[in-house]
């Protein structure tokens, strides 16, 4: 398969136990993951993730900064059936300039005991970019977490790639 005739398909990724099994496949109830081909080079994907005012086109306002450690705040419209205030507290983990960004992920209300981490992994891929995020953390026995996964999952794969595409077209 080409990069250009898999524009625009996410696939779910699950890595092999060591015993046979997928972990972190389609049935992995804690773990939401999408794998993106976008028609741009890493370089530009990484500003994408990382410079606030671009963050701001595709996915929440917030005060992001690149730099472990940095607590930083996103609001969104609140979604009450999933316990979602509409503010999240959101910190730096880790990254590696260019391949990779893990951000932690909770809901400013105490009221939702959500906590996510959200790692995104670029590689090259021809004159592209395969773009993978991991989005993990949600609790099965949580009915509000799990319609929130499948929410995400759905904005995930959907909305937020399609924002993010557009945000690098323009750039």
Do not use: C
Not at 30 to 53: C, G, I, M, N, S
Request: aromatic share 8%.
């Amino acid at each position: 398969m080409t990069p250009a005739s898999d524009h625009g398909h996410d696939h779910d990724h699950g890595r092999d136990d060591g015993n046979g099994l997928e972990a972190g496949g389609p049935d992995d109830l804690t773990t939401v993951r999408v794998d993106q081909f976008l028609p741009h080079p890493p370089a530009k994907v990484w500003r994408a993730l990382t410079e606030p005012e671009l963050i701001a086109q595709w996915l929440m306002p917030s005060d992001f900064r690149l730099e472990v450690g940095h607590r930083y705040t996103m609001t969104s419209p609140p979604r009450p059936n999933t316990g979602y205030s509409g503010t999240t507290a959101a910190e730096v983990l880790a990254y590696e300039t260019g391949r990779m960004l893990s951000v932690r992920w909770t809901d400013a209300s105490a009221a939702n005991t959500a906590d996510w981490t959200i790692t995104w992994t670029l590689a090259p891929e021809g004159r592209g970019t395969r773009l993978f995020l991991v989005h993990e953390g949600f609790d099965p026995d949580d009915p509000a977490q799990m319609l929130a996964r499948k929410i995400m999952g759905g904005g995930w794969r959907g909305y937020v790639m399609d924002a993010l595409g557009a945000v690098l077209d323009r750039l």
